[in-house]
């Protein structure tokens, strides 16, 4: 089982997946350590030929001169680790948030940045569904497993971006599989906790993913 890393960010490998991750991935397929590029791809296409899984994050190609399905006529999966938690308020109400413009409030939370968030998360998982599931359609075994949060359930209170994506996601999740019940496409979610990554010992608060 061929795998491995392809991003147009090359220092986003060992910043999402972190070392120990990289070594269990490594226990499971035959991964190569080399993060490609989409110029790798274009010019080495018969390289990438016998590859089935894809471990992507930030910068991942497909929406420029290369069709991801095209240059891996072997894929069976690609896992696609993208997100964000940017700090987006306090945590309580106190009187005078309402007015007040030195800290993060709800009243003056940044629409654009809640929107850059909820967007990442939710169209990063919307946007592959749409590019893979075409060629889903008519195959046996096929599966979609998108990663939700468990803060789908149980907000975390600085971040609402990030849970109401999340909450997006499950349900989508779910309407995603009575969507495809008659094709045989499975379309589940899972919803993990922290997970310990490079990027996990970052404050949110100065992220700017």
């Known amino acids: 089982m061929k795998a491995i890393f392809l991003t147009n960010n090359k220092g986003n490998i060992d910043y999402v997946y972190g070392e120990k991750n990289i070594e269990r991935l490594k226990a499971m397929v035959d991964l190569d350590l080399t993060p490609y590029c989409e110029q790798d791809i274009i010019a080495s296409p018969d390289k990438f030929a016998d590859v089935e899984y894809i471990f992507s994050t930030w910068g991942m190609p497909g929406g420029g001169e290369i069709k991801l399905t095209e240059y891996f006529p072997s894929l069976k999966c690609l896992f696609y680790a993208a997100g964000s938690i940017r700090y987006f308020a306090n945590e309580y109400f106190e009187k005078g948030d309402e007015s007040r413009d030195d800290i993060l409030t709800f009243f003056n939370l940044d629409k654009s940045g809640f929107d ?6 939710m169209k990063g998982v919307l946007l592959p569904t749409q590019v893979f599931a075409v060629d889903m359609i008519g195959r046996e075994g096929c599966s ?6 468990m803060n789908a359930y149980t907000p975390l209170t600085k971040i609402p971006a990030y849970s109401s994506a999340k909450a997006a ?13 008659g094709t045989g496409i499975r379309c589940n979610s899972v919803n993990p906790s922290s997970i310990a990554t490079p990027m996990a010992k970052i404050d949110p608060a100065t992220l700017n993913m």
């Open 144 to 149: 979609i497993v998108n990663i939700s949060s």
């Open 169 to 181: 996601v499950s349900n989508f999740t779910q309407w995603l599989a009575t969507h495809f019940a």
């Open 116 to 121: 850059f968030v909820f967007d990442l998360n």
